[in-house]
């Protein structure tokens, strides 16, 4: 009785994006414990806020024709719970939009140009010639993954530090790219194994993802190589010794939580490989107070 109960909880934070949007807040906070810049909680709340939408949006936008034979647990709760799913969208949008207002009119712009690119990723603008349907930024040859990557770095890097910038606070520009760039190679690296495990329903939908196109192995090893790459640059880095040492035994974490990626279930995926951007901060958190 205890375990359905909780199943249900977990079920509900996973698949309402709850949990998403947290591993947005926590890269956000992130990038202020890094950059030693003071915290922003309208920053913060935009950026859980605004995850939640255009997560449950990009859910909505891509309903399957029947959504309750999905093989995927997710799929079948999402369209279950449609109407307050639709509900909480709306409401995030509300509130993101509201306080996007007293930003700085170049965090604003920022922000809507992070907006616009998440919203080109699955709204089909673009001609399919072969197909006869328009298809968005999602089915272009080989992009997601580094696309999904561009968009969290932007948001949860770009947007806190050009807002404490125009707040007037002093930057280490090349701190701030290093930054950048580390969540940009950690965030395609623990997407790539969801693509691995959908890449049978990729190449029935005629998605060519990395995976499709290059194989599951090679892509085990893209995502190998970029946590790698990721873990050596944060040790050589000039960055504290302490953060240092957590973010990379975060990124150890990831590499062992890919490597045994395969055949896992939802669960898997969701709490333990986007779970790392959470872990990430806790690590800070810890090894700075201790």
């Not at 936008?61 to 109407?83: C, D, G, K, M, N």
């Not at 806190?160 to 002093?170: K, L, R, S, T």
Request: charged residues 15%; positive net charge.
């Amino acid at each position: 009785m205890l375990s359905d109960y909780f199943k249900r909880i977990v079920d509900h934070l996973l698949f309402s994006n709850l949990f998403i949007s947290c591993c947005a807040v926590a890269q956000g906070a992130m990038t202020y414990l890094l950059l030693a810049i003071p915290m922003n909680g309208t920053v913060l709340v935009i950026l859980g806020c605004a995850t939640l939408a255009l997560y449950n949006f990009s859910m909505i936008l891509a309903r399957p024709q029947h959504p309750a034979a999905s093989p995927y647990r997710r799929v079948r709760w999402i369209f279950r719970h449609e109407r307050s799913l639709r509900f909480f969208t709306a409401a995030a949008l509300l509130v993101s939009g509201a306080l996007a207002l007293g930003l700085h009119r170049p965090s604003f712009v920022l922000l809507g140009l992070i907006g616009v690119l998440g919203l080109a990723y699955n709204i089909p603008f673009l001609p399919a010639f072969k197909t006869g349907r328009r298809a968005g930024l999602r089915q272009v040859t080989g992009i997601k993954v580094f696309y999904i990557g561009l968009v969290w770095a932007l948001s949860t890097v770009l947007l806190p530090v050009a807002e404490a910038y125009h707040n007037g606070f002093a930057m280490n520009w090349a701190q701030v790219w290093q930054v950048l760039t580390w969540a940009f190679l950690f965030v395609v690296a623990i997407t790539i194994p969801f693509d691995i495990r959908d890449i049978y329903q990729d190449r029935y939908y005629g998605l060519k993802t990395v995976p499709v196109l290059i194989g599951v192995r090679n892509a085990y090893r893209l995502s190998t190589a970029l946590l790698l790459l990721h873990g050596g640059w944060v040790l050589m880095s000039g960055f504290d010794w302490r953060d240092r040492v957590a973010l990379c035994g975060v990124t150890a974490i990831a590499l062992f939580s890919v490597l045994k990626s395969a055949k896992k279930n939802e669960y898997y995926y969701f709490l333990l490989l986007d779970g790392t951007l959470i872990i990430q901060l806790a690590a800070l958190w810890l090894i700075r107070s201790a």
